[in-house]
């Protein structure tokens, strides 16, 4: 078998002569390549050495059927070895990547021999005169070969990357690259790397680049962002002021690129109805700034976020900016959000309402816009604002009674349960807001509900129109955590019987709480709240609300009418006070609590609605009243 000749210069033509037939002609003589070459730098012929190996590079370039005879031979795992700037010319060493990056290109196998060692490519990434042959070398490794991608992540080539890039050290021609790694590592990253100090470095680069308008990265860089942002205890990490505002500009120059039909594809994605894992793939811009909303919304819900920051800190004067101005869009959702998310005491809710007046802003949007994920989050956040109990007679002269009788006929089933959640805060321990809904009629605007055999009243009035929209059919829930319109409008009938309920000599109560049993329909929503199964707590509050109507003759004669109407109430009332194991009801006190709101219902009944109650139903009333005594210890 024919060997190189010992002199180097004849060796290096031998070499080209030998590479040129191709790997057809293998023979032993490629086994002698990596010994030749470590002794061409041991005898200082460096150039010649440079010379070989830049000859092994073009011809693998040139013909892939090399990749593997070269790994066999012992030279792809020798140049590897060698890749060392400390003790090789950076020249040899841009040879070395040249083989390497050839010889992994689209070859699992060889890729699977230089991951192990891909640390030694890390530093020849920071070199100047090797950093594009560094970075094509390693998208060679990476591309489409996750156990190399999962490597460069353990070693933080997001970090490296990122850097470089923000210290401007990458050449023009590699960025892709960079970027195309950057995203491979990123993914890649373990739960514990993800929210370690080395990310919270990485991200604050990215997100600084993100600010530098390079157009033909702007998404990846948002990408990656949001993909840390996806990460619950990396939100509270990132939850500071310099970080919050970039991240908040970052969303409004965002959302100023996108065209008018993608806003719209946001606010559609935004909707509690939507699925956002059914977004079209090539809807990036939608799905990232969506993104984007959620992540800042996350964000304001953090305990970092509350402790952190006030309404006077400078990044919510921001937000409050955005609410404020005229032209809503999917950022407003997110000012809504974050700022109901501080609105957590009620100090700060009164002075968001009568400091700030940002309770008139969101009645405009409430009253004006269409856009279901809008109208949720102002909803939402106004919820918060009718907590303290200072806030509900200002909010109730603002319109607020009004504009939510128009949201419960809202389709979106999410903004009706927050609408209803709002009525029933507003008549909460007010009587100035409970005479407005049981006196006053309902909004002009508004066409009432249409119910199977009951005639509308001649003047239909705001509570009418609130215990009508509790009976109609409306789409289910996307979440068993969001407020439901039936509960909550049953709560809000029953808040406003709490408060009537009471001695009060300060206000003449009684002719509101007969002109309220005028009504027709209003006990319904109070006994639907028996009859449905699902949430416990809420049987519990229509069995005392059923039990408050029936402490007058008027209330207790529309209970008798549900009774009568609903031949399965009386039923489920026994079922519901006699269940020791009704699922997700408590035990003890509260089981007792039952007992005692049914038997003061059934008491009330046979007190007041005597006279309503045929002979059927009084026996069963009574039968069932003695069977809960006897219970009751």
Not at 106 to 135: G, H, Q, S, W, Y
Not at 153 to 174: C, G, H, T, Y
Not at 302 to 317: G, H, L, T
Not at 353 to 382: C, K, N, Q, W
Request: charged share 20%; glycine share 4%; hydrophobic share 40%.
């Amino acid at each position: 078998m024919p060997q190189f000749s010992s002199d180097s210069e004849e060796f290096l033509s031998e070499l080209e002569s030998y590479l040129s037939r191709g790997p057809a002609d293998q023979g032993l003589q490629l086994s002698e390549i990596p010994d030749r070459l470590s002794k061409l730098v041991s005898d200082d012929e460096v150039e010649i050495a440079k010379n070989a190996v830049q000859l092994l590079g073009t011809a693998v370039g040139q013909q892939k059927e090399w990749q593997l005879p070269f790994q066999g031979s012992g030279i792809l795992a020798y140049v590897v070895q060698q890749l060392d700037l400390k003790t090789t010319p950076t020249g040899l060493c841009k040879q070395y990547l040249r083989v390497i990056g050839n010889c992994v290109a689209d070859n699992d196998t060889n890729r699977e021999a230089v991951m192990k060692n891909a640390a030694a490519l890390i530093p020849c990434l920071k070199e100047e005169e090797l950093t594009f042959t560094a970075f094509a070398v390693m998208l060679n490794l990476c591309n489409d070969f996750e156990p190399a991608q999962t490597q460069v992540a353990s070693l933080r080539l997001d970090n490296i990357i990122a850097e470089l890039l923000e210290q401007d050290r990458i050449p023009e021609e590699a960025i892709d690259y960079a970027t195309d790694l950057l995203a491979w590592s990123t993914e890649k990253l373990t739960p514990v790397q993800l929210k370690d100090a080395t990310s919270v470095n990485t991200f604050g680069c990215i997100l600084r680049l993100s600010s530098q308008y390079d157009e033909d990265h702007y998404h990846e860089y948002v990408a990656i962002l949001v993909h840390y942002l996806q990460d619950p205890e990396f939100q509270q990490t990132v939850a500071t002021a310099e970080i919050l505002e970039k991240l908040l500009d970052l969303m409004l120059d965002f959302e100023a690129r996108l065209t008018p039909e993608e806003v719209q594809g946001v606010f559609r994605s935004l909707s509690v109805q939507t699925d956002s894992s059914k977004i079209s793939s090539e809807d990036t811009s939608t799905l990232l700034m969506l993104q984007l909303v959620n992540s800042l919304s996350s964000i304001s819900a953090s305990d970092a976020f509350v402790k952190n920051f006030s309404i006077r800190s400078p990044v919510v004067k921001k937000v409050r900016s955005k609410l404020l101005s005229l032209a809503t869009s999917p950022a407003t959702v997110c000012a809504c959000v974050i700022l109901g998310n501080l609105a957590t005491s009620d100090q700060v809710s009164i002075d968001m309402v009568e400091d700030m007046g940002l309770h008139l802003t969101l009645l405009g949007i409430l009253s004006s816009r269409r856009e279901p994920a809008l109208l949720y989050a102002a909803a939402g956040f106004m919820r918060h604002l009718v907590f303290p109990e200072e806030n509900r007679i200002v909010l109730g002269e603002a319109g607020l009674i009004e504009t939510c009788c128009h949201l419960l006929m809202n389709k979106d089933p999410s903004v009706r349960g927050e609408a209803a959640a709002i009525l029933c805060k507003l008549v909460s321990n007010n009587f100035q807001n409970i005479e407005k809904v049981v006196y006053e009629a309902m909004p002009d605007d508004i066409t009432p509900a249409q119910l199977s055999g009951v005639e509308l009243p001649p003047h239909p009035t705001i509570l009418y129109h609130i215990a009508t929209q509790a009976l109609v059919s409306t789409t289910p829930l996307p979440s068993t955590s969001m407020k439901n319109a039936m509960i909550e409008i049953g709560r809000t009938i029953i808040a406003i019987l709490r408060y009537l309920g009471q001695a009060n000599a300060e206000q003449d109560i009684e002719p509101v709480l007969r002109h309220m049993f005028k009504t027709p329909l209003v006990a319904r929503p109070v006994a639907r709240l028996v009859r449905q199964r699902f949430f416990a707590e809420a049987r519990s509050e229509g069995l005392l609300g059923l039990g408050l109507m029936a402490q007058s003759h008027e209330g207790a004669v529309a209970v008798v009418e549900e009774l009568k109407s609903d031949d399965a109430l009386l039923e489920a009332i026994k079922e519901f006070a006699t269940s020791p194991n009704e699922e997700g009801q408590q035990v003890g006190s509260s089981l007792g609590r039952d007992h005692q709101n049914t038997l003061v219902l059934l008491h009330g009944l046979a007190t007041n609605g005597v006279n309503a109650m045929d002979i059927s139903l009084k026996s069963d009333v009574d039968s069932l009243r003695e069977e809960l005594s006897k219970l009751l210890v």
